[in-house]
């Protein structure tokens, strides 16, 4: 598991645990790993290709969680993508990958099943597909296989920054929730532990899967932004909690000094009129997946940052 100190990295690395599976996590900082039965910290970097060949003796599954602030995503995401396929190929273990929507540029007229062009507009979306088709590539042989998980922004009980604390961690103190874009473009929102158990029952099917097999995790889909940030503030006990927007023009004006200000502006268009995925391979692989049900999702992302157990 690389990367299980982040938000989807630990999640999968908590799920496949409580499933009675060993699970090693190379960390540069192990002591970020929760104690957990099942859970073995193993200290490095990704960037380190000794210490991934260390860490992947033995293993059969290889979770690439790893991430970087978008600033540092080339070369950083790009040089560890390429260490990591090698290890995989030569431990011939299955890849998993979070994959996300940037690398289809911007889409506006239909959701977008696994098997729709990577079309990327921007240079971070340029960069996932890249990734991406790297992964492909190296499973052409037969030496290793790759499963690329694509779904909508990330909610759920532990994860912290971006979009999620915009909305829940402000929600559940009683303040604005403030975005960017526009509250009345539609959005896809996925729980994170739904996102984990589907990404352990993937991996669980072994030869059903294809050498290289994208699937995408549709979660909750909303006609306006709007609509899930008021059940989000009915939920925290603030109904009419207001919700504002991010003007472009502030990010563009911040940007002039901050560098993650400048590497959102790139990302506008996903706000404005939003990359919807359906997710066709998911219901044929999987078809008695269940989502838990959104109140409850909500609720417990609520806890999680109210510091409830």
Request: hydrophobic share 50%; aromatic share 8%; glycine share 10%.
């Amino acid at each position: 598991m690389l990367g299980a100190g982040g938000g989807f990295g630990g999640a999968v690395a908590r799920e496949f645990a409580a499933r009675g599976d060993a699970v090693r996590c190379l960390l540069r900082d192990p002591s970020r790993l929760p104690a957990l039965e099942g859970l073995e910290p193993f200290a490095g970097d990704a960037q380190d290709r000794s210490a991934l060949v260390r860490a992947a003796d033995g293993v059969e599954v290889i979770v690439h969680a790893v991430s970087y602030p978008f600033p540092q995503w080339d070369p950083w995401m790009r040089e560890a993508t390429a260490k990591i396929v090698a290890t995989c190929r030569e431990a011939g273990a299955l890849l998993v990958f979070p994959g996300n929507v940037f690398g289809f540029g911007a889409q506006t007229d239909r959701a977008l099943a696994e098997d729709a062009p990577q079309e990327a507009t921007t240079r971070k979306g340029r960069l996932r597909a890249e990734l991406e088709f790297m992964i492909q590539r190296a499973c052409d042989d037969g030496r290793m296989r790759a499963l690329v998980v694509r779904s909508g922004d990330l909610f759920g009980p532990g994860l912290r920054g971006g979009l999620a604390e915009r909305v829940f961690g402000r929600a559940a103190a009683g303040r604005s929730m403030r975005l960017p874009g526009r509250l009345s473009a539609p959005h896809q929102w996925a729980y994170l532990p739904d996102l984990a158990r589907l990404v352990a029952d993937l991996v669980a099917l072994g030869g059903a899967l294809a050498p290289f097999q994208p699937v995408h995790f549709a979660g909750h889909v909303f006609i306006r932004q709007s609509d899930f940030l008021a059940q989000v503030a009915a939920a925290a006990g603030h109904p009419g909690l207001p919700a504002g927007t991010i003007p472009w023009w502030a990010l563009r004006l911040a940007a002039l000094v901050d560098p993650m200000a400048r590497e959102m502006l790139e990302l506008d268009y996903l706000f404005d009129e939003a990359v919807i995925l359906d997710d066709p391979e998911r219901r044929r692989l999987l078809p008695g997946f269940r989502q838990v049900p959104l109140p409850e999702a909500i609720a417990a992302t609520l806890a999680g940052w109210r510091g409830a157990t």
